[in-house]
């Protein structure tokens, strides 16, 4: 997660995102394809959704209380379990009170075809302004 602070961007590695991708078996029933790389086409198997609101709270991650960052009041932020070929699709609130920008750069996710859903801000994308929601959606491609 990276947040711009008077100009200047900021990575949290705080929030601890885990993803875990499994191999999972082979499903036939889903005809559903989405470009899964370079003239790569992979079955979306299913559709992972989740609602983020990134904001401070009052936590004590090291044993003293203080103002932290979280995810839906939570810290560490929460694990995504998915499959290969699962569409994921993460809808991420600014609801930061400082009205700090927001983005999330997805560690270890090879954003191959979805260079824009990297969270790189000013590389990649804008940042997401306190008050305004997006959509973070790319097929889990790698195991």
């Not at 499903?27 to 989740?50: A, C, F, H, M």
């Not at 994921?88 to 009205?99: E, G, M, P, S, Y």
């Not at 700090?100 to 859903?117: D, R």
């Amino acid at each position: 997660m990276s947040l711009s602070y008077l100009g200047t961007t900021l990575l949290i590695f705080l929030f601890q995102f885990t993803v875990s991708v499994s191999q999972g078996a082979d499903s036939t029933q889903n005809k559903n394809l989405k470009t899964g790389g370079v003239g790569q086409r992979i079955p979306i198997r299913d559709i992972l959704e989740y609602d983020f609101r990134v904001s401070w709270f009052d936590g004590a991650p090291n044993g003293i209380k203080r103002r932290i960052l979280g995810v839906n009041n939570r810290f560490p932020g929460p694990t995504i379990r998915g499959k290969k070929g699962d569409l994921l699709r993460v809808h991420v609130t600014n609801a930061i009170q400082t009205k700090q920008n927001l983005s999330i750069h997805w560690h270890g996710i090879h954003q191959v075809g979805t260079p824009e859903q990297d969270g790189t801000e000013q590389v990649s994308q804008c940042p997401l302004v306190f008050g305004e929601t997006q959509l973070y959606e790319f097929q889990l491609l790698q195991t």
